[in-house]
């Protein structure tokens, strides 16, 4: 039976900021204050939470923000005009383009329009392909999150076995590259998905399994050995006991005393993808200071 420890995502990430003034301050001193342009499109209401969310914390630590909100209606060249714009914009070092988009918006077009170096979400080709050589410019937000959590709290992964359940190419391909780099994590990695025959033979086996499926509370206790870490990707609305409650992919009443430690949801991965965010805006401010 194990004193179950919880990995606050809000800890973490306040440690995050703290180590973030002097970096911050020292971009100011030379006139240099790192933007964010955010492109929200449609009124999908968790996306306009999440940009907010995002939002509020650049302004928090003095940076620069700017929202722009499109109607659902508007066309895909609209978008990418928009995007052409901000990327010749010097006082923004980052874009963020809110997914999911409208249906007849191509995602990948628009991904693909963005300037690599202001892409701080991670997701153009450019800086995908950097990553899996092993030469990341921008990660991430969520994987480069769940790294700097297992960090801070003295979770090690060298030799250790890792299994990343979920292929995403948002979390779980990048955290499983990530894991195996020999400079960061030097873990042993399963990437697991829906084509896994036999899931719990290597949950089982794993010393830290992160969940990033998103099924609403589907790993339990019987998934894990004792004393595994999980890291709980998942965020998924359903109703319990007539209200509308948010839960992780992990069952944590179930894992709760198997486990050594847990992130929670919410209040775990959550706010280490928004200070990534901002670690990743002023990672592009200092890209082009030098």
Request: glycine share 8%.
């Given at each position: 039976m194990f004193d179950t420890k919880i990995l606050s995502g809000i800890e973490a990430s306040h440690a995050l900021y703290d180590s973030l003034h002097d970096r911050i301050h020292a971009?100011?001193?030379?006139?240099?204050?790192?933007?964010?342009?955010?492109?929200?499109?449609?009124?999908?209401?968790?996306?306009?939470?999440?940009?907010?969310?995002?939002?509020?914390?650049?302004?928090?630590?003095?940076?620069?923000?700017?929202?722009?909100?499109?109607?659902?209606?508007?066309?895909?060249?609209?978008?990418?005009?928009?995007?052409?714009?901000?990327?010749?914009?010097?006082?923004?070092?980052?874009?963020?383009?809110?997914?999911?988009l409208p249906k007849h918006i191509d995602s990948d077009k628009v991904i693909h329009a963005i300037d690599p170096k202001k892409d701080v979400d991670g997701f153009h080709p450019e800086n995908a392909g950097l990553l899996s050589i092993g030469r990341p410019r921008f990660v991430p937000c969520t994987p480069?999150?769940?790294?700097?959590?297992?960090?801070?709290?003295?979770?090690?992964?060298?030799?250790?076995?890792?299994?990343?359940?979920?292929?995403?190419?948002?979390?779980?391909?990048?955290?499983?590259?990530?894991?195996?780099?020999?400079?960061?994590?030097?873990?042993?990695?399963?990437?697991?998905h829906s084509g896994t025959s036999d899931l719990k033979h290597f949950t089982q086996q794993a010393d830290v399994v992160v969940a990033a499926m998103g099924s609403p509370e589907f790993l339990d206790a019987s998934f894990i050995k004792e004393g595994a870490c999980l890291v709980d990707v998942g965020i998924n609305r359903i109703e319990r006991d007539g209200k509308s409650v948010i839960v992780g992919d992990v069952n944590q009443s179930s894992v709760t005393g198997k486990a050594s430690a847990l992130t929670p949801v919410p209040k775990g991965v959550g706010p280490m993808t928004i200070?990534?965010?901002?670690?990743?805006?002023?990672?592009?401010?200092?890209?082009?200071l030098n």
């Open positions: 971009l100011k001193e030379k006139g240099i204050t790192p933007g964010l342009a955010a492109i929200l499109i449609g009124e999908d209401p968790a996306s306009q939470i999440y940009v907010r969310n995002k939002t509020k914390r650049f302004d928090a630590l003095g940076l620069k923000s700017e929202l722009h909100r499109l109607e659902d209606s508007v066309s895909e060249q609209e978008v990418l005009d928009l995007i052409v714009k901000i990327n010749a914009d010097d006082s923004f070092h980052g874009i963020l383009v809110q997914l999911p480069k999150g769940i790294m700097f959590m297992l960090k801070h709290f003295q979770v090690d992964l060298n030799g250790k076995h890792v299994v990343v359940v979920g292929r995403s190419n948002i979390v779980g391909r990048p955290v499983s590259v990530l894991s195996s780099l020999k400079s960061l994590g030097n873990a042993t990695v399963t990437l697991c200070a990534m965010l901002v670690e990743n805006t002023i990672l592009s401010a200092e890209f082009l």
